[in-house]
């Protein structure tokens, strides 16, 4: 890597005027400082991620790993390039927010629905209650004496 970086810095310098030297720069220098003008901050984002997940590919699975990520890696940088990162990112907070919302729905919907039924158990009980004591009411002992007894309106009126 050193020897070709080296070899392209003595070629570019020698040949700097040249028809040689004008090819060399476009196609090493000016196209490769073109893409790099046009990354923007998500598309870096999207390039180290992919750089870790290959990275992560050698770590476990060493050989396979290389192999595998090989194959993998100019299917992901075509997707990272061609879709911003920041785009899918916003597409996935998107997602999770209408899941959330509508989850929100459904338990306000279950809250109120609980509250009902709870409501309607409470009257009910509150119903039982109120029929048992108008029907169930204490009543004082009958006398065994055939006298009437007083009524409460004429003795303490």
């Known amino acids: 890597m050193l020897l070709l970086s080296v070899l392209i810095i003595l070629g570019l310098t020698l040949a700097d005027e040249g028809v040689v030297g ?3 720069k476009q196609w090493l220098v000016e196209t ?9 901050r998500g598309r870096t984002l999207g390039l180290g991620l992919v750089a870790l ?3 992560a590919a050698v770590m476990l699975f060493e050989t396979e790993g290389v192999r ?3 194959m993998a890696a100019p299917d992901m940088v075509a997707w990272v390039l061609i879709f911003d990162v920041t785009v899918l990112f916003d597409i996935v907070v998107l997602a999770v927010s209408l899941r959330a919302v509508a989850g929100w729905r459904g338990l306000i919907r279950g809250r109120d629905l609980m509250q009902g039924l709870a409501r309607r158990l409470v009257g009910r009980i509150r119903g039982m209650r109120s029929r048992a004591r108008r029907v169930s009411g204490p009543r004082p002992p009958k006398s065994p004496s055939a006298d009437p007894e007083p ?3 004429y003795a303490f009126a």
């Open 22 to 24: 004008t090819a060399l």
């Open 32 to 40: 490769p400082a073109r893409f790099l003008a046009g990354l923007s």
């Open 53 to 55: 997940v290959g990275l």
């Open 68 to 70: 595998l990520f090989s």
């Open 151 to 153: 009524r409460p309106a």
